[in-house]
């Protein structure tokens, strides 16, 4: 991991079992914290709309509780272990774990693969798929997430589905790719199969044909997507982060917005509007999701985020990690320990998978905003028509390293500020004035002084949509306004 990226972060001192354990108790006890607490509204005659907030409170727990007790009683995945691994754009330098070497049946005196070299280890009719795979991730920035096999040393085969990102430097260049390889299932070997065993040995061909040179039939293509990443260090579009497929009508509800032009709420309460940008006709369905959660103290949780993977399963995935953010902040839990948990959670799934997120916690008493980040833009504020990115605090994206911890900083709002928490693929093209660091993007930031004269959460929203489009997007984009009420 590149410290320019992502400083180092504080370690969290539980295993994921002890975690889990822990939220599964702090969850009861919150459950029945509340369960009293209702007892108490009914019997005092508290408004029917407090006791049906109550109630509401109690089914959502209910739910969290079936969910973890699940996590708890399910077994380790029967697929293969999984390893990490980085190659260093700049340096050329690869980092492998030892899981990966097993993998891959490799003696680890031998050295990691390179990018070069690992799409040899594929039969040729999976290499197309790894090519595309790598290009779009090192060239595009965009995340990779693709199934191959492989062909060990001894004939084997395995099939791996491989989970992969970029690594962007202060400037928004591609410098590294970060990625996670598991092993799903034993391949039987094509010359085992009959008609297949011509399958088998084509890269042998190749290379006597190129004189005897191993593992150079496939250089061409990731070598010169490696050089393209290079050529534009300095040039490449901002972090594309990571993508699900997911309806918005199932998000869209749970924000409890205010009518357009409502002002319900007290001053120092926070007016939300969000939209959920669909790519246009042919691109690629993402589901990137945005939520918002009235927590039993008062204040409101605020979270944006992109998990790997698309289709059915990663939809389902997404529901899942909702769940559990949900239920980990019901616990109290602080955004950084919230990411610390969920963290550990996504570390015990079946298949590799990366998120990014971003944890606001408002207290409208305090005017206080807590947040933390895994890999994911810094919300922007806006105030006085100035507007700039919050500073980021240590946070790598989940999933990538398992006992990872997640540092959070405070932020005092006033009255009349604007809050945008946005997922990445907001505007379509890539900015023609590169943020420095993570300073935001401009095209954002120049929306300030119109943002911050707005009368309304909603009025915001109609802003940025105009300005970053809603026909013939090519990416799926989440948004999530917040304003203060004055």
Request: charged share 25%.
């Amino acid at each position: 991991m590149l410290s320019s990226q992502h400083p180092e972060p504080p370690t969290n001192d539980l295993t994921d079992e002890a975690a889990l354990d822990d939220l599964i108790a702090r969850a009861r006890r919150l459950r029945d914290d509340v369960e009293a607490l209702r007892r108490d509204e009914a019997a005092g005659g508290a408004p029917e709309r407090r006791r049906a907030g109550l109630e509401l409170a109690l089914e959502g727990l209910d739910d969290v509780g079936e969910r973890l007790a699940a996590l708890r009683g399910a077994e380790r995945p029967a697929a293969g272990p999984a390893g990490s691994a980085e190659w260093n754009l700049l340096t050329d330098g690869v980092v492998w774990s030892d899981e990966l070497y097993a993998i891959f049946g490799r003696p680890i005196g031998e050295g990691p693969l390179t990018l070069d070299q690992l799409p040899s280890w594929l039969p040729p009719e999976d290499q197309p798929t790894l090519t595309a795979a790598v290009t779009d991730c090192l060239v595009d920035g965009r995340p990779m997430d693709c199934e191959f096999r492989i062909t060990r040393p001894d004939g084997s085969r395995r099939v791996v589905r491989m989970a992969g990102e970029p690594v962007l430097d202060d400037s928004g260049g591609t410098v590294a790719m970060l990625a996670m390889i598991r092993e799903l299932r034993v391949d039987r070997p094509a010359s085992r199969r009959g008609p297949g065993a011509a399958d088998e040995e084509p890269a042998a061909g190749a290379d006597a044909a190129a004189g005897g040179r191993a593992r150079t039939s496939v250089r061409g293509p990731l070598g010169t997507a490696r050089e393209e990443s290079r050529a534009a260090a300095g040039e490449a579009g901002p972090w594309r982060g990571l993508t699900v497929a997911l309806d918005d009508s199932v998000l869209a509800p749970s924000l409890d917005s205010p009518r357009p032009g409502g002002s319900e709420g007290p001053p120092g309460s926070l007016e939300l509007a969000a939209r959920f940008l669909p790519a246009g006709a042919g691109g690629q369905m993402s589901g990137k999701w945005y939520d918002a959660l009235t927590l039993p103290d008062g204040g409101r949780l605020l979270s944006v985020g992109d998990l790997s993977g698309t289709g059915a399963a990663a939809a389902a995935g997404t529901a899942t990690v909702l769940g559990a953010i949900r239920g980990i902040a019901l616990t109290g839990a602080a955004p950084g320990a919230l990411l610390g948990h969920l963290n550990q959670l996504l570390d015990r799934a079946a298949q590799p998978v990366l998120a990014s997120v971003l944890c606001c916690h408002y207290e409208p008493d305090l005017g206080v905003l807590t947040w933390a980040q895994a890999g994911h833009p810094a919300p922007l504020l806006c105030r006085g028509g100035t507007g700039w990115a919050l500073p980021r605090p240590a946070g790598t994206l989940l999933g990538a390293v398992g006992d990872a911890g997640f540092a959070q900083r405070a932020d005092r709002l006033a009255p009349g500020d604007v809050l945008v928490l946005h997922t990445d693929g907001l505007f379509s093209a890539i900015p023609r004035q590169l943020p420095a660091g993570h300073a935001g993007d401009h095209r954002l930031i120049d929306l300030a002084p119109r943002l911050s004269s707005a009368r309304s959460a909603a009025e915001c929203l109609r802003v940025i949509v105009a300005a970053c489009g809603e026909v013939a997007r090519e990416d799926d984009a989440c948004l999530l306004v917040a304003r203060v009420r004055e």
